[in-house]
T-cell receptor
Framework: KAGVTQTPRYLIKTRGQQVTLSCSPISGHRSVSWYQQTPGQGLQFLFEYFSETQRNKGNFPGRFSGRQFSNSRSEMNVSTLELGDSALYLC????????????FGEGSRLTVL | GENVEQHPSTLSVQEGDSAVIKCTYSDSASNYFPWYKQELGKRPQLIIDIRSNVGEKKDQRIAVTLNKTAKHFSLHITETQPEDSAVYFCAARDSGTYKYIFGTGTRLKVLA
């Protein structure tokens, strides 16, 4: 069974640009959540999608957005990039909302210059 | 707002000693508390979890305890080994929204 797949794994952007990150959950998993990981800040929750609907949203500015498709694949977009957006963006999937375990992808490492 | 505090941020122990990581949560509606281990350059992986109707859970060398009244939960690793070196994250999940809030992580170093 394939794990959670995130693309691209690494990317470099400049300030003001935008970026789209993709996440393919484990087959059969309907919930996808996104986290920003930076040194010292742990895993900060961005948003969660279930059956194409955003169920929860973290405390990030509107420049951060996401969506989920009918096949449960998810994308997140960051517009007008800032230096502080440099981070590892992790996607996690779970079978349902009430299922305990989150399965994480390897992340997309974004560097903003 | 919802918050999970995790201590210490770094922890160094001698191989064979025990390690304890503590977390405190603020949301009374939290009912599920997982612990994730993230080795260097790898994805976080679940190592143990506990639900609010249980006070303690053990799996070989790792155990988790939960004090609902104090809103504390802790990870205990006994007989530490070099392969236990990693960053450990605690989390609390809200029973209504199913939203996870993670702690800031503890970097554990097991010295051989």
């Amino acid at each position: 069974k394939a794990g959670v797949t995130q693309t691209p794994r690494y990317l470099i952007k400049t300030r003001g640009q935008q970026v789209t990150l993709s996440c393919s959950p484990i087959s059969g998993h309907r919930s996808v959540s996104w986290y920003q990981q930076t040194p010292g800040q742990g895993l900060q929750f961005l948003f969660e999608y279930f059956s194409e609907t955003q169920r929860n949203k973290g405390n990030f500015p509107g420049r951060f957005s996401g969506r989920q498709f009918s096949n449960s694949r998810s994308e997140m977009n960051v517009s007008t990039l800032e230096l502080g957006d440099s981070a590892l963006y992790l996607c996690a999937s779970s079978k349902d909302l009430n299922t305990g375990e989150l399965f994480f992808g390897e992340g997309s490492r974004l560097t903003v210059l | 707002g919802e918050n999970v505090e995790q201590h210490p941020s770094t922890l160094s122990v001698q191989e064979g000693d025990s390690a304890v990581i503590k977390c405190t949560y603020s949301d009374s509606a939290s009912n599920y508390f997982p612990w994730y281990k993230q080795e260097l350059g790898k994805r976080p992986q679940l190592i143990i979890d506990i639900r609010s109707n249980v006070g303690e859970k053990k799996d070989q060398r790792i155990a988790v305890t939960l004090n609902k009244t104090a809103k504390h939960f802790s990870l205990h690793i006994t007989e530490t080994q070099p392969e236990d070196s990693a960053v450990y994250f605690c989390a609390a999940r809200d029973s209504g929204t199913y939203k996870y809030i993670f702690g800031t992580g503890t970097r554990l170093k097991v010295l051989a």
